[in-house]
């Protein structure tokens, strides 16, 4: 898993919807994990690595 802070804007369930629907890429909110969890994503990267490459490219693009 890696998890990552987020800008205040793409916080919570907002961030996670943009990022779905925009780079279509699934994480889970940080806040699943607890209150501390606010600003931050949590990606699983079980998975082949071109998959992940491609998942961090979308990010990349939606965050610029």
């Known amino acids: 898993f890696i998890t990552k802070a987020i800008a205040e804007e793409e916080k919570s369930e907002p961030g996670q919807e ?3 629907h925009e780079a279509k890429v699934g994480l889970n909110s940080g806040m ?3 209150p501390d969890g606010e600003g931050f994503f949590r990606m699983n990267i079980g998975c082949p690595l071109e998959t992940v490459k491609e998942g961090f490219e979308r990010l990349k693009k939606t965050f610029k």
């Open 32 to 34: 699943d994990f607890g």
């Open 18 to 20: 943009k990022l779905l």
